[in-house]
């Protein structure tokens, strides 16, 4: 499928500047700077994707001087499997790494010899490479940032947390983690201290339809807008430090978030809230001012940082770079679930340009499960009393309805909340076939490696419950030992 962009508004940077074309060009421009700014815990509520309360001229000022992507989505729902992904280029089911905070304990992950990190390919390439987080309050200058990688790397993988660092001239590649919808309180909701925020008020909030219209509901999603709000004034001061060093035109800046918003439907599953993110690229070697609705899969970034960069792309490599010669438009973006915490899930989907397939592989279980880090949150606590109180409706009932249908099938265009499940419509099972057969072929053909051994979760657990005391390891115990019931009867 051909790509389909838009038109935005054209910046006054210099578009000579912004359109060449970095690889085998015989120019004195220097290789470009790659900066990427990783947001935890947030969907595309932005205002190039539509969102009104929310303001955020600073991320609008991006997306009109670079490309939006409107359809990139995360091939995992969850930092540390989405993370080790992206770090690698590759799909964290192929390499063993989608299993959340997984090789922790004494079962390592050892990546294959084949399997590159990004930041080893650049650094090879004379960059510097650094990891960093900003600081608060205020300071530009940045400290450690989050890896979280579900396999075994070098304890010298980053150079260190600041471009600042390098030497004169030396090209660098930065990531720089931002807190995003993490920076709100989800147990008291009350607004947090250092938020730069203009102020959301809940009753302007407009929920989705699979969330019930309660007070602690609309709260939550304020506050979470307020996050928005505090990530875009955070972008405007990494925007302004590439513009006050003199760097920014030679700087490309790769915006995005490492999947969507902690919710119910959100983070950790495989609806649109959990995997669809936003992505935005600016810098030397990309158009301006356009959007684009072609498939992406969010370990394409990868790909597309070595090869502004002019560095050749490995060809076991799974991601694809999206600008230039070599790029390659995906029919189908393929996403998983797996465990997360103490909670064992195993979910897989296929999304389209226009539908959605999910494989739910424990249908016995509730979408819902027990799990002690989501079910701390205010907004699930308020969810599981109104099902206790029978005041959901029957799209909302679905989170704790058992079981689960063993497929799922929507039609985004008319059904863009992914209510109504047309897995058992006859004017559909053609095209539900087909992806039946996509996600088939997939699993073979990548390497998925699908459900984590006993000794691996034993191994792993023993972390998790070594890092809990008093009732929240008690929680941790109780779910364990769930986990292990369930899975005794088949379940």
Not at 111 to 135: M, Q, W
Not at 178 to 196: A, S
Not at 399 to 416: A, C, H, I
């Amino acid at each position: 499928m051909p790509f389909v962009t838009h038109t935005l508004r054209l910046p006054s940077l210099l578009l000579a500047a912004l359109l060449l074309i970095l690889s085998g060009c015989s120019t004195d421009q220097p290789p470009p700077n790659i900066l990427w700014i990783v947001v935890e815990d947030q969907s595309d509520h932005y205002g190039p994707y539509g969102e009104t309360l929310a303001k955020t001229p600073n991320v609008d000022r991006l997306a009109a001087e670079g490309v939006m992507f409107s359809n990139a989505f995360v091939t995992a729902p969850v930092c540390s499997p989405a993370r080790s992904a992206l770090i690698t280029g590759m799909y964290q089911t192929s390499i063993g790494a989608h299993h959340h905070r997984s090789s922790r304990g004494t079962v390592k992950n050892e990546l294959a010899a084949d399997v590159h990190l990004i930041p080893e390919l650049l650094k090879e390439a004379g960059y510097f490479v650094t990891n960093g987080r900003l600081t608060e309050p205020g300071s530009d200058k940045l400290g450690p940032g989050k890896t979280d990688y579900n396999f075994v790397y070098p304890d010298d993988l980053y150079d260190g947390s600041d471009w600042s660092e390098r030497s004169p001239g030396q090209p660098f590649f930065a990531q720089v983690q931002l807190r995003g919808g993490k920076f709100r309180d989800q147990q008291t909701l009350e607004p947090r201290e250092g938020v730069h925020t203009n102020g959301i008020d809940p009753a302007d909030v407009t929920l989705p339809p699979y969330y019930p219209d309660d007070p602690v509901i609309r709260k939550d999603w304020a506050r979470y807008l307020e996050s928005v709000e505090h990530v875009d004034w955070e972008v405007g001061r990494l925007l302004k430090r590439l513009e006050d060093e003199g760097i920014a035109d030679n700087t490309v800046v790769i915006f995005f978030t490492d999947h969507g918003v902690s919710h119910a439907r959100g983070k950790q599953f495989l609806y649109e809230e959990g995997i669809k993110i936003p992505l935005i690229v600016r810098g030397p070697g990309v158009s301006v001012g356009t959007a684009r609705n072609d498939l992406v899969a969010h370990i394409d970034i990868s790909a597309t940082a070595l090869d502004l960069a002019g560095v050749a792309v490995p060809e076991t490599m799974q991601a694809r770079p999206l600008f230039g010669p070599d790029a390659q438009p995906r029919d189908y973006v393929v996403s998983a679930r797996d465990r997360c915490d103490e909670t064992v899930e195993y979910m897989r989907s296929v999304r389209t340009d226009r539908y959605k397939y999910i494989r739910n592989f424990l249908p016995q279980r509730p979408h819902l499960q027990p799990n002690r880090y989501k079910d701390g949150k205010a907004i699930i606590q308020a969810i599981r009393k109104l099902h206790a109180e029978g005041e959901l409706d029957p799209h909302q009932e679905r989170l704790f309805t058992v079981p689960r249908p063993d497929e799922e099938f929507y039609e985004l265009e008319s059904d863009p909340h992914e209510l109504t499940n047309l897995a058992s419509d006859p004017a559909h099972q053609e095209t539900l076939q087909q992806l039946r057969q996509k996600l088939d072929e997939w699993i073979e053909t990548s390497g998925d490696r699908g459900p984590e051994s006993p000794e691996a979760y034993d191994s792993d657990m023993a972390v998790y419950l070594g890092s809990r005391t008093g009732p929240q390891r008690d929680i941790l115990v109780k779910n364990i030992e769930t986990m292990k019931a369930w899975a005794a009867e088949g379940k």
